[in-house]
């Protein structure tokens, strides 16, 4: 009997802790952290142990050692076995056998199903257990400790952050909107007052030759009225006689003029010229909800001179050395002699946006045309800014310009832009460059365009692309 219970390797662990036990999917609900759980549970294993520690561990097991029952923690009221019977030996399943992971007779350990297999004795395997437990309800109470400590200390202090960021970002959102509405308002009366004076010095103007005019027309009106009456009643002796008076009055009417129209009958546009107004305007068009843009404008393939060579999306235009320019078929639309090209995108109504990224290039021009622009030639008919048709503004040599008409404007450019935005508002009849990045407006015109516009660009260095 001796040896088969030393085959069977019942023994008692002088630390009896089954380290292989997982208990990380144990749930526990309803626990009450204030109770001395750990106390209690500490009471109850130090019971065990005493229990467990008068099995024998010398290898000598006894026969009425193995068939010791468990006995019942009624101090804890946490844990309390009775032993079940073996149904194989009719004996008390006073054993845990760790192979298998059930209860077990002594007989079951010795000569039984787990024989040879690690067997424990049942009070052994509960303190394990216990000792376990108290573990996991350690680490769930510490666990607990650190969540209440960051409600109550970490959460709490981000929530008070919290209301004091959003007060000052308030505040300066508020005083932000409070000094840009101050100044767009003292803008706008001024605006108003401008052209409240305008309007009147050309009223002014409109009197005065009004009234200048009347006189004319009245003394003109008298005259004709007396050489007619004199035409038609005055005998001819008579008549032949009042050639001196006749004559006197027709140098009278010569010396009255012919009425012209000039500038001074109309308002000056410029007296709502604003940089204030205009950046806003222009931010509010490019950066507001209603953003405008051209995603699919790119370039006409049939109007790229054979100067330049165009990506396979047609966004970007390279210029070509003459060692490598290519001969493309006659095209009417194309430019033959300038390198030009325009955009596949017919302007006429609505407002319009779109960007040119013109990177390093030393030489390019961006801006607009009418579509009846010349294509041939190497006129200034077909030169882009050096017409009544297109509208550009042209980088050439460290220098900005804005060009129409052969007319040339030079721009302050603080620093070089590696991109040039457009803004064509139609119903405004504006056409504006501004520099993206910054959103600072390089130069801003407002023409009466009568016709479709196409977007127009020229490059000499490098390449420039249109971006989306």
């Known amino acids: 009997m001796t040896e088969e219970l030393i085959t069977c390797e019942l023994t008692c662990p002088t630390s009896p802790v ?27 294993m130090k019971e065990q142990q005493q229990a467990g520690g008068k099995s024998s561990c010398d290898g000598d097991v006894e026969a009425n050692s193995l068939g010791t029952t468990t006995q019942t923690d ?31 007779c002594s007989h079951c350990a010795t000569v039984g199903p787990c024989h040879g297999h690690t067997v424990t004795p049942l009070v052994t395997r509960v303190t394990a257990v216990r000792n376990q437990l108290v573990d996991v309800c350690e680490k769930i109470q510490l666990k607990a400790q650190r969540i209440e400590k960051f409600i109550d200390q970490t959460l709490t202090a981000k929530e008070q952050k919290l209301q004091a960021a959003a007060r000052r970002t308030r505040e300066q959102v508020l005083a932000q909107v409070s000094a840009a509405r101050e100044a767009l308002e003292e803008e706008e009366q001024r605006l108003l007052e401008e052209v409240q004076r305008e309007e009147e010095r050309v009223e002014q103007c409109l009197l005065t030759q009004r009234a200048h005019w009347s006189q004319a027309l009245s003394s003109l009106t008298q005259t004709r009225s007396g050489l007619v009456h004199t035409l038609t009643h005055t005998p001819d002796a008579q008549l032949v006689t009042s050639v001196q008076e006749i004559a006197e009055r027709v140098e009278e009417t010569d010396g009255v003029g012919e009425p012209c129209d000039t500038d001074q009958l109309n308002l000056n546009s410029s007296c709502s010229n604003s940089k204030l107004l205009r950046g806003l305007w222009a931010a509010a068009v490019l950066l507001g909800p209603n953003a405008y843009g051209s995603a699919y404008l790119k370039f006409d393939e049939r109007t790229v001179s054979h100067l330049l060579s165009p990506s396979e999306d047609f966004c970007t235009l390279t ?59 190497s006129g200034n008919e077909a030169r882009l800014g050096h017409n009544s048709k297109s509208w550009v503004l042209s980088h050439y040599d460290g220098h900005y310009s804005f060009c129409h008409a052969g007319k040339k404007v030079p721009l302050q450019v603080v620093s070089r832009p590696q991109r040039i935005g457009l803004l064509l508002d139609w119903p405004s009849q504006t056409l504006l460059f501004y520099e993206p990045d910054s959103f600072a407006v390089l130069y801003t015109v407002t023409h009466p365009f009568d016709g479709p516009l196409l977007p127009a660009c020229a490059v000499t260095d490098r390449s420039i692309t249109i971006l989306h």
Request: with cysteine; glycine share 10%.
């Open 319 to 377: 210029f070509v050395h003459k060692k490598s320019r290519r001969s493309p078929a006659y095209d009417p639309a194309r430019f033959d002699c300038w390198p030009n090209a325009l955009g596949s995108l017919a302007m006429s109504s609505g407002t319009h946006s779109w960007v040119v990224d013109v990177g390093q290039s030393g030489a390019f021009k961006v801006g607009v045309c009418y579509s009846s622009l010349e294509r041939k030639g």
């Open 74 to 104: 009624t101090e804890s009221g946490i844990f309390s076995v009775e032993c079940e019977q073996c149904v194989e030996h009719e004996s008390e399943m006073d054993w845990f056998c760790g192979t298998e992971q059930k209860l077990i």
């Open 18 to 44: 089954d380290k292989k036990a997982n208990f990380d999917g144990v749930k526990i609900e309803g626990m009450d952290f204030e109770q001395p759980i750990f106390s209690v549970l500490s009471d109850g």
